[in-house]
């Protein structure tokens, strides 16, 4: 029978449980908490207590059935908590730079024909944006209205390449939308 927020009670703080889920995984865990609007069990998986556990969050409409083995210790109790403050400072380090570098990525003031085209110029060769302008290369700059003659700058042969990219960005984009048809 499928576990539904009026369960809760029995749900409490510490308990040990073994649990069987409606998609066939058996295991034990302790209860760190259960949230009765959402509905999710949040329990530590076996019965580890160093410094790092696996935690796992349950939707208990998918427990089939579970066996109360007992009552355990505040699994929360802050003197046996560890936090690795190093790896998470590290984590989000990480996250924010990968969201600056995706923010990076978006032109400001610019059409989302412009974007497609900075975007498709991207998978082959290094860009970025300088105001309203796509800078390939560090040294060719491509212009609105984004088509190849307003290619300027860089290496003749830097300056053909990026050209034949965005010529052929431009015919793909035709076809794509003609295909699409009228709106």
């Known amino acids: ?29 302790q209860i760190i908490t259960f949230d009765r609007l959402s509905n999710i069990l949040v329990l530590q998986e076996g019965s580890k207590t160093g410094p790092c556990r696996n935690i796992r969050l349950l939707q208990a409409n998918y427990i089939k059935e ?5 009552q355990a210790e505040d699994p929360l109790d802050p003197k ?4 690795d403050l190093a790896s998470l400072q590290a984590r989000e380090d990480a996250a924010i730079r990968q969201a600056e570098m995706e923010a990076e990525r978006i ?3 610019v059409t989302s ?24 290369m560090n040294e060719v ?3 609105s209205p984004y088509l190849p ?8 042969a830097a300056n053909e390449r990026v050209k034949k ?17 009228p709106s």
């Open 80 to 83: 046996k908590c560890h936090l």
């Open 107 to 109: 032109g400001v003031g």
């Open 149 to 156: 003659e307003n290619v300027a700058g860089g290496t003749p």
């Open 66 to 70: 579970f066996t109360i083995l007992g």
């Open 1 to 29: 029978m499928a576990m539904d927020a009026s369960y809760g009670e029995e749900f409490a703080v510490g308990c040990l449980i073994a649990v069987k889920t409606a998609l066939g995984d058996e295991f034990e865990g």
């Open 141 to 143: 700059r491509v212009c």
């Open 113 to 136: 024909e412009a974007q497609r085209i900075f975007d498709a110029l991207s998978k082959t060769l290094p860009v970025h944006w300088d105001k309203t302008v796509i800078v390939v």
């Open 165 to 181: 990219v965005v010529m052929h960005i431009d015919k793909f984009e035709r076809k794509r939308l003609q295909a699409r048809g």
